[in-house]
């Protein structure tokens, strides 16, 4: 599998102007021209992609392909949106603008204004855009169409939602910063063969009854047809601007699919305080999520800190009926991140809350070795139990939660930061190849427990040896450290598991952690 380049989609979002939306109405405005309606609804668009999968992918040749080629990151920059063109929906609750295509987006999508039971397309022209003199898209044919769209605030200069590429999309969430993607789906991720994206072929847009506006979407793959629904809200309370998506998935497998994932997100991280050492950039941290956070269908939190490590790795993390998962920017701290430019402190952490249950199956977390920040190297999804067969109907709902924390976390100790240090007692002879673990925890009943008190640290690893564990309450704080140190056998990644407790009460959510020998190199020591 290869990464993603996070340039392809932070070029093209930076590629438009922003301007007031216009005066809010229930249409398109007076300069977008509507073509004639269709009959729709949710369920023909199920019945529609339901046929489509009973014939073989026959994929749209690209149009202009040469063209769009020379429309790279800074060309397309300069191809600038006009305000009057926008799209309002539900009243003027969502206003649209739309994304040019380029390089790095040749295939365009239809876009579609519902009005009751039918959907009228948006007629594309190259009206939509202010295109600079010399500019290669001035060579396209006047029909071309719409890469993605965005949603704007109402009034403001600003967006909350894009989708742009494949079956991508993401938000800006609580925070108004974007950070990590959601994906619709995720088809061979992290296998030897190539790794499958389906992409959204045509959008309908139409008003929410309880939300800001409900988007549905065509999906085509050489694997999979699809229908997606969502129902999006957002917060308009300063502090409570998080979005929240409910979403009803339903894929018609083409053919037999390896590894098929749902409730996919897709994030960056190349370096924390765990792996410091081993980065060249001056600023102490860069990613867009730290952690995968679980909520087994047994009731046990889990918390996994990312890695970025030497090789593909993907964990897997079986369950039933999991009440939620998802990839969490818990270090909002600008003054571990120094970055004024893109804000990494306030990147949006992303929930996903499975409906009706979703049965057996595993959470897997997909991590990529990166040498930069412009790539999403980490992957996260829920893979079904039952393998997908050709005639396979998959249908999924969940809630898309895009906020600053978990929501609705519970009343229990959580992980605040995990260290790694060299091994041993200050001032005495080091062990060689020991790693120290440091790791904090904050919240629940932590803060009423002091030092002698029961709290004992429980902590476990696959292989190697676990010693000098001991716990204590951070001075000043109600946070608690539990410190280990830890000696590998081989060169092989070694899974390691804490929680704390007292007596048989857990206080805390259950830490994982993934060491990679190697990932640590202290200087050389006697031992």
């Known amino acids: 599998m290869t990464s993603l380049s996070r340039r392809d989609v932070l070029g093209a979002l930076a590629a438009l102007g922003l301007a007031p939306a216009l005066p809010l109405s229930a249409r398109a405005e007076e300069a977008t021209i509507l073509g004639k309606g269709r009959p729709f609804s949710f369920d023909g668009l199920i019945a529609e992609a339901k046929a489509r999968a009973d014939k073989p992918f026959a994929p749209k040749p690209v149009v202009a392909a040469e ?29 649209i603008r739309f994304f040019h295509l380029g390089k790095f987006f040749k295939e365009p999508v239809g876009i579609y204004v519902v009005d009751g039971d039918q959907a009228a397309p948006v007629l594309y022209s190259p009206d939509f855009f202010d295109v600079p003199a010399g500019n290669p898209a001035e060579g396209l044919p006047a029909d071309i169409g719409f890469a993605g769209f965005r949603v704007m605030e109402p009034g403001v200069e600003r967006d909350w939602l894009a989708f742009l590429g494949a079956a991508y999309f993401r938000s800006s969430g609580a925070m108004d910063q974007y950070g990590l993607s959601a994906r619709a789906i995720a088809i061979d991720t992290a296998l030897p063969t190539p790794e499958e994206f389906p992409r959204f072929t045509d959008f309908f847009f139409a008003p929410s009854e309880k939300g800001t506006l409900v988007i549905y979407a065509a999906l085509e793959g050489p694997s999979v047809s699809g229908a997606v629904r969502w129902d999006c809200a957002r917060g308009t309370e300063p502090g409570d601007k998080g979005v929240v998506m409910d979403m009803a998935c339903r894929f018609f497998a083409r053919k037999d699919i390896q590894r098929l994932g749902v409730g996919a997100l897709t994030s960056m ?11 060249p950039d001056w600023r102490p941290e860069i990613h867009d999520s730290d952690g995968l956070a679980i909520a087994t269908g047994a009731g046990e939190r889990l918390w996994r800190p990312l890695n970025n490590p030497p090789r593909v790795m993907t964990s ?41 249950g979703w049965g057996e199956g595993a959470v897997q977390l997909v991590e990529i070795p990166t040498v930069d920040e412009i790539h999403d190297n980490i992957v996260a999804y829920w893979v079904p139990a039952k393998p997908v067969k050709k005639g396979d109907l998959v249908a999924v709902d969940y809630r898309l939660t895009w906020l600053a924390d978990e929501p609705n976390p ?37 803060g009423d427990y002091g030092q002698g008190q029961g709290v004992e640290a429980v902590v476990s690893a696959a292989s190697g040896t676990i010693s000098g564990t001991y716990v204590l309450p951070v001075v000043g704080t109600k946070r608690w450290r539990a410190v280990f140190d830890f000696k590998p056998t081989g060169n092989e990644p070694v899974d390691m598991r804490l929680f704390l407790k007292v007596e048989n009460e857990a206080l805390t959510e259950t830490w994982l952690f993934q060491h990679h020998p190697g990932t640590f190199v202290p200087p050389a020591h006697s031992g």
């Open 67 to 95: 063209v769009l080629e020379r429309i790279d990151y800074e060309e397309h920059w300069q191809i600038k949106f006009k305000a009057d063109h926008t799209v309002q929906i539900g009243g003027g609750k969502a206003p």
């Open 316 to 356: 897997t993390f079986v369950d039933r009926d999991p009440k939620g998962f998802g990839l969490m920017q818990r270090d909002r701290s600008f003054e571990n991140y120094q970055d004024d430019g893109v804000f990494y402190e306030k990147r949006s952490s992303v929930w996903v809350e499975p409906k009706n």
């Open 269 to 279: 991280f190349w370096y924390n305080e765990t792996n410091r050492l081993a980065a």
């Open 410 to 446: 519970p009343a229990i100790g959580r992980v605040i930061s995990t260290r790694l240090g060299i091994g041993g007692v200050p001032g005495q002879p080091r062990p060689k190849d020991t790693v120290k673990y440091v790791v904090d925890f904050e919240g629940g009943k932590l």
